[in-house]
């Protein structure tokens, strides 16, 4: 059975560009998370969704940051535009809504802004 | 929310030594697990424990869920087991909380 699939898992732009980063979650996972994992920390929640539905997205700086789950499969995030501080690793997980809830992880996209 | 904290943040060891590494949480919980993320980043599911103990291989962690704490143990250490060692926590199915990590280095 196939992990989380993320995508890229590099990406270098410069400064006020945009950028945008994909993500497969295990299949029948319902429920979707993008983290924010910066050097030397843990994992740092941005939102989750419910099917399509963003259950939490109060840490996501709405200002230049943008999700979405359109059929409540894969999802994207947005940044745009990009600042200096961007740079970091961009997680996404997945887990059943019901049972266990175990919670699964991509591999993670290395997000550098120069 | 829950306030997780993990202990010590960092650890050396020598190849073949043991060690404990452990994970206080603030509030009850029924989803505790721990995640190894190796050199390339990637967080690897190591245990789902919410309580009791689970042994896989060299690796065993118990959750003491009345007393708020759960503890891995690694035996018999490798340098492939190098990396940071996180516990996440949540109560029912609202967001996870993770602790700040234990950074693991095993010297040959």
């Known amino acids: 059975e196939a992990g989380v699939v993320q995508s890229p898992r590099y990406k270098i732009i410069e400064k006020k560009q945009p950028v945008a980063f994909w993500c497969n979650p295990i299949?029948?996972?319902?429920?979707l998370y993008w983290y924010l994992q910066n050097l030397g920390q843990g994992p740092e929640l941005l939102i989750r969704?419910?099917?399509?539905?963003?259950?939490?997205d109060s840490q996501l700086p709405k200002d230049r940051f943008s999700a979405e789950r359109l059929k409540g499969v894969d999802s994207t995030l947005k940044i745009q535009p990009a600042e200096l501080g961007d740079s970091a690793v961009y997680l996404c997980?997945?887990?059943?809504?019901?049972?266990?809830?175990?919670?699964?992880f991509g591999e993670g996209s290395r997000l550098t802004v120069l | 929310g829950i306030q997780v904290e993990q202990s010590p943040p960092d650890l050396i060891l020598q190849e073949g030594a043991n060690s404990t590494l452990r994970c206080n949480f603030s509030?009850?919980?029924?989803?505790l697990q721990w995640f190894h993320q190796n050199p390339w980043g990637q967080l690897i599911n190591l245990f789902y424990?919410?309580?009791g103990t689970k042994q896989n291989g060299r690796l065993s962690a118990t959750t003491v869920a009345t007393e708020r704490y759960s503890l891995l143990y690694i035996s018999s250490s490798q340098t492939t087991d190098s990396g940071v060692y996180f516990c996440?926590?949540?109560?029912?199915?609202?967001?996870?909380?993770f602790g700040s990590g234990t950074k693991l280095n095993v010297k040959p």
């Open positions: 997980a997945s887990s059943f809504t019901s049972g266990s809830g175990e919670l699964f």
């Open positions: 299949s029948g996972h319902n429920t």
């Open positions: 969704y419910e099917n399509e539905e963003a259950v939490d």
């Open positions: 509030d009850s919980v029924n989803n």
């Open positions: 424990i919410p309580s």
């Open positions: 996440a926590a949540r109560y029912n199915f609202n967001k996870f909380y």
